[in-house]
């Protein structure tokens, strides 16, 4: 198999992802030719095309409050994502000139099954059984032959402490729908995600200037409206190290998960790892000073594919 110049420049500049991967075969894995993605408002692509410059462009104010607005309440959420933008369009586009390449004229059949709000709860009772029903219906087979999920920040973003998703509950969905997928298909691949050091958003940006609107001042001042309390507004201490401790503990179980799995399905399955302990900084963000920017997108989509089984050449 041989890749294309540009895209090898691509790869030798992404950043490492700290993948949980087996020895390399003697032969390159060959490229899917479906994908699927699943998670929340961040592969979703939210407000992916603003920045928290945005709020110095007074013909961009009134677009954000209306955004800002619609995710206080829970409402036209679709209306804010840019699937476009997610860091999986990036993925899949990479994967779909490799696809070309090696079977041209095939082209990548890809769905981004993501919404914004979404848990591992909701994942596992609507996005994995539409996943399933896509791949039935267009592909004609089980499962797709690369699935990648990037979930656990709204198992974390909640009112209180409390109703955070255990971290038992949060590895028996994990673990349950990667073992399903493995399963159900015989040489398809399974890419999962760990979480950046999301609690550290607290002290980046809570004091960050957006503009001279009195509803909207500060970073803090907007995420009085987005309903995550415990990774935004807490400021206890001993709060704030549950929320930090809960996100370490999520990404643990992401790294039993895939190793247990590898145990049985070998490198069908692996971890995109080093999100942790990449600094966060104010350039990845969107207005809303928590989700990512497409600045913030791209560096992603570097992350995860580099953790990928086609991002180097043979």
């Not at 009772?125 to 039935?136: A, C, G, I, L, R």
Request: charged share 25%; hydrophobic share 40%.
């Amino acid at each position: 198999m041989r890749y294309k110049k540009s895209l090898a420049i691509v790869f030798s500049t992404a950043l490492s992802a700290g993948a949980l991967a087996a020895d390399p075969d003697p032969d390159p894995v060959p490229v899917p030719r479906s994908m699927a993605v699943m998670g929340d408002s961040i592969t979703a692509g939210a407000i992916a095309d603003y920045t928290v410059e945005s709020w110095k462009n007074p013909f961009q104010v009134l677009q954000l409050l209306d955004k800002i607005l619609d995710m206080s309440v829970g409402k036209n959420l679709q209306a804010i994502e840019r699937k476009d933008l997610s860091w999986a369009a990036d993925h899949a586009k990479l994967m779909d000139e490799l696809l070309v390449e090696e079977f041209e004229p095939a082209k990548l059949k890809y769905n981004n099954f993501a919404a914004t709000g979404y848990s591992t709860k909701q994942m596992l009772q609507y996005q994995v059984p539409q996943m399933y029903e896509w791949s039935k219906r267009k592909l004609r087979q089980p499962v797709p032959d690369f699935v990648a999920m990037f979930i656990g920040a709204n198992d974390i973003c909640a009112q209180n402490i409390e109703d955070m998703t255990s971290v038992e509950l949060f590895k028996d969905r994990v673990q349950g729908i990667v073992s399903e997928l493995l399963t159900k298909g015989k040489n398809n691949k399974v890419l999962l995600t760990e979480l950046p050091n999301i609690e550290s958003l607290w002290g980046l940006a809570k004091d960050h200037k957006l503009s001279k609107f009195k509803q909207v001042r500060t970073c803090s001042d907007v995420w009085t409206h987005l309903r995550c309390d415990t990774l935004l507004v807490l400021d206890s201490e001993a709060e704030r190290k549950i929320v930090r401790q809960r996100v370490l503990d999520f990404n643990q179980v992401y790294s039993d998960v895939v190793r247990d799995a590898r145990k049985k399905f070998g490198d069908r399955v692996r971890l995109a790892g080093g999100f942790y302990e990449a600094a966060l900084t104010m350039e990845h963000l969107s207005a809303d000073c928590f989700h990512p920017s497409r600045s913030g997108q791209k560096d992603i989509a570097k992350r995860i594919w580099s953790a990928a089984w086609w991002s180097q050449e043979p």
